[in-house]
Nanobody, 123 residues
Framework: QVQLVESGGGLVQAGGSLRLSCATS????????MAWFRQAPGKEREFVGG???????VYADSVKGRFTISRDNGKNTVYLQMNSLKPEDTAVYYC?????????????????WGQGTQVTVSS
């Protein structure tokens, strides 16, 4: 059974930092593209950042230069370091795993999802 479990969310002031973790089990971690998505109230789920099978990072324009995604294949875990947080970053953050080649920003290509972790940035 595949499981993705996010942790590290919380409440932070604007300009602060948080580090999200996503621990996976039940899948061959190195064979999956891993990504983070987020969904704010009343909005569609959107791509935040991902690491391709070739370990190439891809980021949404809104988080470039502020967020960093990394993966530890030894621990089957993907991380999202979020710096210089803004109130508009407030959302539920989800990690996801895709066995597809390419399409790292396309949520429809991800087979497995975590339950989400809330990030709230106060102004």
């Amino acid at each position: 059974q595949v499981q993705l479990v996010e942790s590290g969310g919380g409440l932070v002031q604007a300009g602060g930092s948080l580090r999200l973790s996503c621990a996976t089990s039940g899948l061959t971690f190195s064979g999956y593209t891993m990504a983070w998505f987020r969904q704010a109230p009343g909005k569609e789920r959107e791509f935040v950042g991902g690491r391709t099978l070739r370990n190439v990072p891809v980021y949404a324009d809104s988080v470039k230069g502020r967020f960093t995604i990394s993966r530890d294949n030894g621990k089957n875990t993907v991380y999202l370091q979020m710096n210089s947080l803004k109130p508009e970053d407030t959302a539920v953050y989800y990690c996801a795993a895709s066995a597809a080649i390419g399409g790292v920003t396309n949520s429809r290509l991800y087979q497995y999802w975590g339950q989400g972790t809330q990030v709230t940035v106060s102004s």
